[in-house]
């Protein structure tokens, strides 16, 4: 599996964009990068997956640069409730399991 | 939508205490996974499991825990005999189908949270 690098933790504001890029430098072929959500005393959440360029969903756009040795978590116009801690994982989707790093605790104030 | 649920919300057990925690994955979902997450900690995998059988599991997941799928719509982990450091919460996770190079999506449950006294 690869390794993974996020920032620990992010402040923002209400009805700011958040950017939150996360380093896999060891990032194989086979290998998709998954972001899940994770909010206080509940389970983890999948937001999006992308291989390469660019994904976006109702929820957030992923960016993936042509090498892929890193990608971006864009979340446009947080609120609240988009506090939790944000975990990027790397994988090839044939591993039975997810590997969570620490995450980076996205904090959004009013 | 479907979605994983868990049983119970809360549990608090004596050391030494066996404790079974309950999950109903969702229903088309192949794939089933437990795992814990410590207060103030990463989650960390415990165990997978897939055509009946475990496919892998973690050094944490040593002799005193077992799992099973008892009927076509439960999972369920056993652990034995239970420590002070077994206090976590526990998720449970269902996959729908190893898709190489598709989505990967685990689809997690509400958690367990154990209390060991």
């Known amino acids: 599996l690869a390794k993974t690098t996020q920032p620990i933790s992010m402040d923002s504001y209400e009805g700011q964009e958040v950017n939150i890029t996360c380093s896999h430098n060891?990032?194989?072929?086979?290998?998709?990068i998954t972001w899940y959500q994770q909010f206080p005393s509940q389970g983890p959440r999948f937001i999006i997956q992308?291989?390469?360029t660019k994904v976006t969903n109702e929820v957030a756009s992923l960016f993936i640069p042509a090498d892929r040795k890193s990608s971006t978590l864009s979340l446009p116009r947080v609120s609240l409730s988009d506090t939790a801690v944000y975990y990027c994982?790397?994988?090839?989707?044939?591993?039975?399991?997810?590997?969570f790093g620490a995450g980076t605790t996205v904090t959004v104030r009013a | 939508e479907p979605e994983v649920t868990q049983t119970p919300s809360h549990q608090v057990t004596q050391m030494g205490q066996e404790v079974i925690l309950r999950c109903v994955p969702i229903?088309?979902?192949?794939?089933f996974y437990w795992y814990r997450q410590i207060l103030g900690q990463k989650v960390e995998f415990l165990v997978s499991?897939?055509?009946?059988?475990?496919?892998?599991k973690s050094e944490i997941f040593d002799d005193q825990f077992s799992v099973e799928r008892p009927d076509g719509s439960n999972f369920t982990l056993k652990i034995r005999s239970t420590k002070l450091e077994d206090s976590a919460m526990y998720f449970c996770?269902?996959?729908?189908?190893?898709?190489?190079?598709?989505?990967?999506?685990?689809?997690f449950g509400p958690g367990t949270r154990l209390t060991v006294l």
């Open positions: 996770a269902s996959r729908d189908r190893g898709l190489a190079g598709g989505r990967d999506e685990q689809f």
């Open positions: 060891n990032i194989a072929t086979n290998d998709y």
């Open positions: 992308g291989y390469k």
């Open positions: 994982l790397v994988g090839d989707g044939n591993d039975y399991k997810l590997s």
């Open positions: 229903s088309n979902h192949l794939y």
């Open positions: 499991f897939y055509n009946n059988e475990i496919s892998e």
